[in-house]
């Protein structure tokens, strides 16, 4: 079965900062990968994702992320943080094949501080 | 842009009750999922759907739990007797395809059991 770990629960960082949010996934053969946001009292907005080619994948907000295989990674990356994206981000890996559920990470939460 | 809608935003209940949860997912996607997020913890799959069987369900999907599409555009989620334990906040997402495509999210129904 698959399994997503996001080891920090909580990051701070300044405005105008760079910033990586670390995911690590279990999954026996080729994962789909994906990020979202979650804002306070608000649903889950994808940010990007990974399916293949390419492993530097480019989301929407100034995000990108890297698959990289040989960690079982995919880190969540922006060069330059704005107060707005204070938020909870979740990994979520799916399999593939059945329902394509996907299972998500614990999560990151994000606060800036300005 | 099309989006997710679910319906209500907030239910209160009491133990025992019978609930409904509504959800009008994109209109030309095929594929219709249940999460559930605890106060505080990490999203979990419930169930998926699609032409009109359920896919797959996680163990939490238990005989209280039952979907269906009532009609060409709603997808809801009922409850037979709520439990203390079933609080929590839930999302409805669809998906054009099953393969290599991305769940949309809806804004999420907070259900409270007392």
């Known amino acids: 079965a698959q399994s997503v770990t996001q080891p920090d629960i909580h990051i701070t960082v300044s405005e105008g900062a760079s910033l990586e949010l670390r995911c690590n996934y279990s999954?026996?053969?080729?994962?789909?990968l994906f990020w979202y946001v979650q804002s306070p009292g608000q649903g889950l907005q994808l940010l990007l994702k990974y399916f293949s080619g390419d492993t530097l994948v480019q989301g929407i907000k100034g995000f990108e992320a890297e698959f990289k295989r040989s960690q079982s990674s995919f880190n969540l990356r922006k060069p330059s943080v704005h107060w707005s994206d204070a938020a909870e981000y979740f990994c979520?890996?799916?399999?593939?094949?059945?329902?394509?559920?996907?299972?998500f990470g614990t999560g990151t939460q994000l606060k800036v501080e300005l | 842009e099309p989006e997710v809608t679910q319906t209500p935003s907030h239910q209160v209940t009491q133990m025992g009750q019978e609930v409904i949860l509504r959800c009008v997912p994109i209109?030309?996607?095929?594929?219709f999922y249940w999460y559930r997020q605890i106060l505080g913890q990490k999203v979990e799959f419930l169930v998926s759907f699609y032409n009109n069987e359920i896919s797959e369900k996680s163990e939490i999907f238990d005989d209280q739990f039952s979907v269906e599409r009532p009609d060409g555009s709603n997808f809801t989620l009922k409850i037979r007797s709520t439990k203390l334990e079933d609080s929590a906040m839930y999302f409805c997402?669809?998906?054009?395809?099953?393969?290599?495509?991305?769940?949309?999210f809806g804004p999420g129904t907070r259900l409270l059991v007392l």
């Open positions: 997402a669809s998906s054009l395809r099953q393969i290599q495509e991305t769940q949309y």
């Open positions: 209109s030309n996607h095929l594929y």
């Open positions: 979520a890996v799916a399999a593939g094949g059945g329902g394509n559920k996907l299972t």
């Open positions: 999954y026996g053969a080729t994962p789909y």
